[in-house]
């Protein structure tokens, strides 16, 4: 694999975009969206992790994140993991319409990779971009926040609950805490 969008420098900030394995639609439930929210959450409180940015579509999270402790890749790798066994147990357990469907489509997934077990719910490539200018980090910001609008999801970012664009509202509040940019 090449060097290109590989996370190198573990102090920095990154953008990364979290697939579900054949662009999936899985967060369209409330249930999956909380578990990713609350497992950013956990990760801030719990490992450092700086969180400045995200948003959470149908398919996929866009992130903007450094580890204050230097440990970025192995955070990253601890929340996919935790996410993706939470949501595979959700879609088994609970009340998902979809379930039969969505876990064939994982096992299918699962059986391409040899370090699989057997469901693969995020794909393994993060797609990792170094922000390494206040440039690049406010035009990453804004993508972030424009992803919902673009989509034709909510007519302004403020509108969509699952982004952090509300937390840099004044007088408004996201769902979770962030690391607020200060350009």
Same mark, same amino acid.
């Given at each position: ?5 590989q996370i190198n420098d573990q102090n920095a900030m990154y ?5 579900? *394995?054949?662009?999936? /639609? ?7 969206? #909380?578990?990713?929210?609350?497992? $950013?959450?956990?990760?801030?409180n719990h490992k450092k992790l700086e969180v400045y940015g995200? *948003? ?15 440990? $970025? &890749?192995?955070?990253?790798? /601890? %929340? #996919? ?5 939470? !949501?595979?147990? &959700? !879609? ?10 969505? %876990? ?12 699989? &077990? ?19 980090? /406010? ?10 609008v673009k989509a034709g999801i909510v007519d302004g970012a ?5 982004? &952090? ?13 962030? /690391?607020?940019?200060?350009?």
């Amino acid at each position: 694999m090449s060097d290109s969008y590989q996370i190198n420098d573990q102090n920095a900030m990154y953008f990364l975009t979290l697939q579900v *394995v054949f662009w999936l /639609d899985v967060f369209t439930r409330e249930v999956y969206r #909380k578990i990713v929210i609350e497992s $950013l959450s956990y990760c801030r409180n719990h490992k450092k992790l700086e969180v400045y940015g995200y *948003v959470i579509m149908s398919n996929h999270v866009h992130l903007m994140l450094s580890s204050a402790n230097g440990t $970025l &890749s192995d955070t990253i790798r /601890d %929340l #996919k993991k935790f996410t993706a066994n939470n !949501i595979i147990d &959700s !879609i088994k357990n609970g009340t998902e319409s979809r379930r039969k469907w969505l %876990l064939s489509e994982m096992a299918f997934a699962a059986r391409k990779h040899k370090r699989n &077990s057997y469901h693969q719910f995020w794909t393994h490539n993060n797609h990792a971009v170094e922000l390494s200018t206040n440039e690049m980090m /406010d035009q990453r910001l804004k993508y972030i926040h424009q992803n919902p609008v673009k989509a034709g999801i909510v007519d302004g970012a403020v509108d969509y609950l699952y982004s &952090s664009a509300r937390n840099y509202c004044d007088g408004m509040q996201g769902l979770i805490e962030i /690391d607020l940019i200060d350009f």
